[in-house]
């Protein structure tokens, strides 16, 4: 019985030691993060984006917007993205095959006609029935195909367009207006960029009238509001402590910027894939790093991409399973960057971060948490260990949340009411009570759809932005 009770505690002890190792890597990269935003702060806090873009040779950009069953939403979002200040851009809508009314509401709103076209490009995608231009808004595209996934949608819009830079962007998705002008400064200072990031935030609960953010709030429902901290701690201080060590392995497809030469050279999209965001940044460190290894995918906190968060427990499940789905997919398509020194710190370092904590992550908390709960219901261990315990699995938690909405309110002041930055320090302090159980144990749920052979998409609700 004594060995049996030691090999208890030695198990609940590397659990233990688990939880401490991944909440400390988040304090460090939340203080890393944070000093490297007062130093980009200081750089573009006099810096006229305008005037430099007048002064320099500017690149053009076309902007793919995949679209599927996007009927609520697609003509907020048109209006908006032709709103975007940039000298010289193109707006490429692509309807992949919507169910809904989608293409009509783009007919009704935008005046379109249809042209011929003829491909530059010869990426994989499903068949393109036809293409409209604008008669209202010159560059403004609108392509109709067979439906086949979002990855396919994208690549259908790269193999009709010509601009150097290519971002992407979700129909459901809401840019503010000098985001272009900020997403492409990194590629005009620094010829080895091929990919950039955006933050994205949470729409809910603020003002949008015509595509512009007219007022940010924060929304009533408490679960719009626990994904408000989390993608804090996600975009502002994780991935820019990362991006510190040149180790960004996934950039969010809601808003992203690419070298047009870097997708065609990689095949573009993989099509049918789950996370389609994480696995071409990760195929781009792989099949492209070795060649250049000045490469750099950066991300950058400012360019503010606003978009809809689930309000329902459903809806909210599928995404996370999804998103986990993505995460497997991409680190097994990948596996041969696992400790591979070839890559540097994304081999050693950044990839086998993912593997065990993004990917491994649900696996080991959800056992962890089962197999505490049964040892301290048999007595094999101690009141003060199971104290230690929670205080690291929880209330470690609580610190590294709140701190986030901390160095937020600290850095960029984007919800300047009292009122807004103690309901966030409150959201930060609840979240850790059950909601983050919850969506560890979808993850986990992800984890096992994902090996069953299930690896479908599944289905989002969304209301749109109409005011």
């Keep these: 019985m004594e060995v049996i009770k030691y090999i208890v505690i030695g198990f609940n002890s590397l659990i233990l030691l688990y939880f401490l190792a991944v909440c400390s890597i988040y304090i460090i990269l939340n203080v890393i993060a944070f000093f490297k935003m007062i130093k980009y ?24 917007v995949p679209a599927y069953n996007e009927e609520n939403g697609i003509v907020e979002s048109i209006k908006s993205l032709l709103q975007l200040e940039y000298p010289d851009f193109q707006l490429v809508v692509v309807n992949d095959g919507s169910k809904d009314n989608t293409l009509q509401k783009i007919f009704e709103n935008f005046s379109i006609r249809q042209v011929s076209f003829t491909p530059f490009y010869k990426l994989k995608s499903q068949p393109i029935r036809s293409v409209f231009m604008s008669s209202e808004y010159p560059n403004l595209i609108v392509i109709d195909k067979v439906n086949g996934g979002k990855a396919d949608a994208i690549n ?36 080895n960029v091929i990919a950039v990031g955006g933050t994205i935030r949470i729409a809910n609960g603020c003002d949008i009238l015509h595509g512009n953010i007219l007022k940010v709030g924060l929304a009533k429902s408490w679960l719009a509001r626990f994904q408000v901290v989390e993608y804090l701690r996600a975009f502002l201080f994780g991935r820019n ?50 060649d250049n290894p000045k490469l750099r995918i950066t991300f950058i906190p400012d360019p503010v991409c606003w978009t809809e ?22 680190i097994l398509l990948h596996k041969k960057l696992f400790m591979n020194p070839a890559y540097g710190w994304i081999g050693m370092v950044v990839f086998p971060y993912f593997a065990l904590f993004e990917m491994l992550g649900p696996v080991i908390e959800i056992f962890g948490y089962a197999f505490f709960i049964l040892s301290f219901a048999l007595g094999f ?5 199971a104290v230690a315990f929670l205080t690291t699995a929880i209330l470690y938690g609580v610190v590294l949340s709140v701190l986030s909405v901390i160095l937020e309110e600290l850095s960029f002041q984007r919800y300047p009411k ?45 209301k749109g932005f109409a005011k």
């Design 41 to 64: 702060n200081r750089t573009i806090k006099y810096l006229d984006l305008k005037r430099v873009f007048k002064l320099t040779n500017y690149k053009p950009i076309s902007v793919i």
């Design 241 to 290: 402590g990362f991006d510190v060590l040149n180790g960004i392995l996934i950039i969010s497809g809601a808003f992203s910027c690419f070298s047009r030469d870097a997708l065609i050279k990689i095949d573009g999209y993989r099509a049918g894939c789950i996370g389609e965001d994480m696995e071409i940044i990760v195929r781009m460190h792989r099949k492209l790093r070795k």
């Design 156 to 191: 259908a819009g790269i193999n009709l367009v010509k601009s150097p830079l290519i971002t992407v962007i979700d129909a459901d998705s809401v840019l503010e207006r000098d985001c272009l002008l900020k997403i492409v400064r990194p590629f005009m200072e620094d010829e």
């Design 418 to 462: 009292l009122s807004q930055l103690l309901t966030l320090i409150a959201a930060a302090f609840l979240e850790n009570f059950g909601y983050r159980q919850l969506t560890t144990w979808w993850r986990f749920r992800g984890m096992v759809e994902y090996f069953s052979g299930k690896r479908h998409w599944g289905q989002m609700e969304k």
């Design 309 to 330: 968060a689930p309000e329902t427990f459903k809806v909210l499940r599928s995404q996370r399973m999804r998103w986990q789905k993505g995460t497997v997919d991409s």
């Design 381 to 385: 261990v101690t009141i003060s260990f």
